[in-house]
C-alpha cells in the first residue's frame, strides 16, 4: 500500500499559488498501478480517496499509519466504485461480485477487505473513497440500476449528463460518506455548470472514460478568484469546502464524485451564477 498526506487550505494562500503549488496540493495524479493499493489522506473531512488495481495477485486493504487503528475500517466506513473489469470484493466471509460501474458501501468494524480480479488481461479498477465514522451500518452494493438517477443539462447548453446517486443517504445508510457518478453524453462536455460551492462540505472528483489523448479542464477556487487545473484519465482532484468544483473537457467523460463534512442532504447546495464567475 502506498500513500501521501494532504493539509487543509485556507482561500486566501490559495489565490497565491502558481500550477505547480496548485497540482501538488489539490491533484492525485496517480491513482492506479497494477497490483497496488494508492490512497491519499487529506485534512479536508479527514477524507481518504485513491485506488486499488487487482491484476496478477489479490490486493488486501491494510490500515496505513495516519489511522493508529489495527485495520483501517476501525472508525472508518469506505465506498467504492469498479471502473474497470469485472472484479470481486470480499469483506469477511462476504464475497461480492463487482462489475463495471458497480458500487459497493462498506460500513465501520469490518476487518478484512480483499480485491480481486476476475481477468488480469481486463482487470478491475475499484477507486475507493472513505471517512471517519461513528456508527456500523451494512455493506451493501448498488448499481445503476437501482438508484436514484436525475439527467440535468442540455445539448445546447453543452452539458447533458446524468447523475446516478449510488451511495448517498437517499439510497443507502452512511455516516457521512456521499458518492456518485455522472455520466456525460456524447457532445456534452460541461459538468456542474452552472456551478455550487457547499461550504459545509468538502468535495473529491475523480474524472474517467476520458481519451487518453484528451484532458479535462477543471475549474476550482472562490467564484470570484478561480483558478484550474488540466486533468488527465483517471486523475482526482481535492475540492476544499470553500471551493467550486466544474469542469469542461476536450471530449465528453465521467466522473465520481465523493463527499464529507457536516450533513447528508445532496441539494444544499449554493448555486452561483454564471455571470459572477471571476
Ligand atoms: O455536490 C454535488 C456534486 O458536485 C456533483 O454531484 C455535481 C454533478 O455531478 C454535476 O452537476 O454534474
Ligand atoms: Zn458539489
Redesign the pocket.
Known sequence: MKYDTRYGNHPEDVKSYDTERLRKEFLIERIFEEDQIHLTYTHHDRYIAGGAMPVQDSLSLQAIDPLKSSYFLERREMGIINVGGDGVIEVNDQVIEMGHKEALYIGKGNEQVLFKSLDPKNPAKFYINSTPAHQKYPVQKVTKDNCPTVE?GSREASNH?T?HKLLVNSTILTCQLQM?M?ELKNGSVW??MPG?V?DRRM?VYFYFDLPEEQAVCHFMGQPQESRHLWMHNEQAVISPAWSM?SGAGTSNYT?I?G?AGENLD?DD?DKFAIKDLR
Open positions: 440535468l449528463r447523475i456518485g455522472t459538468n456542474t455550487h457547499h468535495e468544483h466522473f464524485w463527499m445532496y447546495m
